[in-house]
């Protein structure tokens, strides 16, 4: 079967535009392949950049068993940053530009040096990385009810929506980063606890899956771009007057407010 694959990217597109849920592809086609999947988001992300959008970096999703977990699947997605959706670390939300938000701390790196190759290592990572600092994503799966299946989810660019990146971070080599430990807490409520470890045992050796992965397509990471390397705790719903922070132990913390 052949699948339309600037069709569904235009399908996400208008989701994204009209800020209304859609079904999921695989429900109306029966099968989606991994590749077919990663050829709508490159041609959804083609669609952004001509319309004006730049590229801020990429980014992992579901690479803690948390998340895999919470959305039924058993292996990482992968994506990109769009320029526009790059926020601050005390950040303000317009809830009414998404669909149903969820909030999710991350772990970032910031690149000092480009990086690409299929046999990349997370000791490469490291020496190309500048920093590393805390994040929270907003992710707004613009399908129904926020289920999907992973081909779906990669479709949709891993459900990208927002992120804000913080303004302190360490060397890549000044702290074990699978020691991090970051609390997220949602209006001043504790809601989970995690390491750097959390993540798929590695934050470095995830991005070197990225950096091995985009080899599949002739691409790597670029100087100046931010990482995502995931979130180590599941997603929280985000609302009006939501205030969402995640602490590092090493990185200060990130704030997002809903409104």
């Not at 669609?47 to 730049?54: H, K, Q, V």
């Not at 299946?149 to 990669?154: F, G, M, N, S």
């Amino acid at each position: 079967m052949t699948v339309d694959l600037a069709g569904w990217a235009g399908y996400l597109q208008a989701a994204v535009d009209n800020r209304r849920e859609v079904q999921g592809i695989e429900a109306q086609i029966g099968s989606l392949s991994i590749d077919d999947a990663y050829a709508i988001q490159a041609a959804l992300i083609e669609n952004r950049l001509a319309a004006g959008d730049s590229l801020a970096g990429a980014k992992l999703g579901l690479t803690s068993k948390a998340k895999q977990e919470q959305m039924g699947v058993d292996e990482p997605a992968y994506g990109w940053v769009p320029a526009s959706t790059v926020l601050g670390d005390d950040a303000e939300v317009v809830l009414g530009e998404l669909i149903h938000p969820r909030v999710e701390p991350e772990f970032v790196f910031l690149m000092g040096q480009a990086l690409a190759g299929a046999d990349a290592t997370a000791e490469q990572v490291l020496d190309a990385t500048e920093s590393v600092v805390g994040g929270i994503e907003v992710i707004d799966s613009r399908y129904e009810a926020f289920k999907f299946t992973l081909p779906d989810v990669i479709a949709d660019n891993t459900s990208a929506a927002r992120v804000a990146i913080g303004a302190y971070g360490v060397g890549p080599r000044e702290v074990d980063l699978r020691a991090v430990t970051c609390t997220f807490t949602i209006d001043d409520e504790d809601v989970g606890s995690a390491t750097g470890e959390a993540l798929l045992g590695d934050p470095a050796e995830c991005v070197a899956m990225l950096v091995r992965h985009l080899a599949k397509y002739d691409r790597g990471l670029e100087a100046g771009w931010l990482v995502m390397a995931g979130a180590p705790l599941g997603a929280q719903p985000l609302s009006v007057g939501t205030v969402a922070t995640a602490s590092y132990s090493h990185f200060g913390s990130v704030t997002v407010r809903g409104v």
